[in-house]
Nanobody, 113 residues
Framework: QVQLVESGGGLVQAGGSLRLSCAAS????????MGWHRQAPGKQRELVAF???????TYADSVKGRFTISRDNARNTVYLQMNSLKPEDTAVYYC???????WGQGTQVTVSS
């Protein structure tokens, strides 16, 4: 089993920054493809950023140039640096490990205008 624990969410004003962390523990045998997803009230969950096993990165168009995904393999941790936050970024953010399709419990990000 694998556990994913997100942290770093909170309330921030528009234009501000937050850094989310996702720490993985448990039966992790190798570097995995990881992603950050988010779900706003009344909307479907969407992919925000993805990092493959080789380090290739993909972003949703809505966050390109503002968000940065990174990983620390030694710490089994994935980060999402979010800058220039907008009210429409308000959502619960989830970390996902694609191998085995594991999800974290989510962390709330609220951006006030």
């Amino acid at each position: 089993q694998v556990q994913l624990v997100e942290s770093g969410g909170g309330l921030v004003q528009a234009g501000g920054s937050l850094r989310l962390s996702c720490a993985a523990s448990g039966s992790i045998s190798s570097i995995n493809a990881m992603g950050w997803h988010r779900q706003a009230p009344g909307k479907q969950r969407e992919l925000v950023a993805f990092i493959s096993t080789s380090g290739s990165i993909t972003y949703a168009d809505s966050v390109k140039g503002r968000f940065t995904i990174s990983r620390d393999n030694a710490r089994n941790t994935v980060y999402l640096q979010m800058n220039s936050l907008k009210p429409e970024d308000t959502a619960v953010y989830y970390c996902r490990m694609y191998s085995g399709n594991y999800w974290g419990q989510g962390t709330q990000v609220t951006v006030s205008s």
